[in-house]
């Protein structure tokens, strides 16, 4: 969380410690980069975790299945992602509520109910496939059974987000996530046509058949998810909160300059980072394995093969160290919006940085949503398989919640003079139309 002790020093400051002329403007540069970084928050974190296990995987099969047919969703998606979770940031910053309590103030009960229940149901899902993938994961480095990991990693999960703020080893968990950008690396060990990868980039290859539509919606599910916008609204709510001399711009319209600036910058950032990773995972499968004609990713050893270019015997180490930190990051991520949710829903005190004293059905709901999630994996549903179709889950429900969030950012009754701009209106509806259309198609086309 940014603080006042966060700001760059005065030049006064610099000039007291013996820094002059060119020195002092580099110093003064550098504290001004670093206080930029500090700044970096929701939206960055937000990014981080949307590249969880369910998005490794989904990004691998659609890889490994169409080669580069998919690489045009990365570019497509990233204004639609973008512009979303600026939409959904604003709601937060602006009213100082989160989104499920904003749509209790402005929508009928019974809809509130239904968009939380079928967010928790989504969310549950989503654990329990990250959870399994972990445990997955976890067995291509230490030979175990699969379960072992699974309630280790559950039971590790949930003490970290009870008694541990969340904004304290995010800061440690997001190390381990740069083992991703290991597949940008390894695209540059195989053998690629830039030329191809550049076409199918700019030009989209669309296909009308069920195969095609599944995976198309489960991209757009993996990258646009009704966790996030739940997850980066209550997260600006948090920063409100907890920073001295902040609040809502509906109360502070002088704070908007600078707090609509930054978050436009730290989303597009994020979002940015988390397609940027997307985009080298669906390369990399399409290089390596799609080229050998190994088109359905059915386990982790197998999904962990497109690294072998660049690590060889080490590609299932980088795997596993991708897939254990982009979960520890995400199923905090995945828990907390669900806990939100139903909070604000319920008029509960929400918070991941409050004790659990202080908030205890919050955190009741929490443990409840990632204990669920650690059960689904003894019903022996396969790991893979399931992060693939909990995305094509996300990407069913978005659509109606996104059209719920939309609306609400464009009241003026609710957002003042803060209501969103055309722009992220028009960029807003094209992204509902958009997961509303894949959708239908994926009904029609389902036999």
Known sequence: MATTSDYPPKAGIASKSGIQGKDQASFLGLANVRSALRNLGPGLVTGASDDDPSGIATY?????????????????????MGAIQEICARVGRVTGCGIAANLRKSYPAWLLYLVVALMLAANVFNLGADIGAMGAAAQLLVPGKTAIYVLLFGVASLYLQIFVPYTTYVKYLKWLTLSLFAYDAAAFYVHLSWRQVLHATIFPHLQ?????????????????????????ASQEVEEVKNNRGEKPLRRAPHQAAGQLGRIRVDTYLGMAFSNLVAFFIILTTAATLHAHGETDVASA???????????????????????IGTGLLAIPVLAGSAAYAMGEACKWQTSLEKRPEQAPRFYLTLAAATLLGVLFNFWHVDPIRALFWSAVLNGMIAAPIMALIVHLASSRKLMGKFAIPLYLRVVGWIATGAMFGVSVGVFVTWK
Not at 60 to 80: I, K, N, R
Not at 210 to 215: P, S
Not at 301 to 323: H, K, T, V, Y
């Open 208 to 232: 009308w058949d069920k195969e095609y539509l599944t995976g198309l919606i489960a991209v757009l599910g993996t990258t646009i998810s009704p966790y996030l916008f739940f997850w980066q």
């Open 60 to 80: 691998s099969q659609v890889g490994a299945q169409f080669g580069y047919g998919m690489l045009w969703t990365m570019l497509v998606s990233y204004p639609l």
């Open 301 to 323: 050893a197998q999904a962990a093969q497109a690294l072998a270019p660049l690590a060889g015997r080490w590609a299932s180490g980088l795997f596993a160290c991708g897939i």
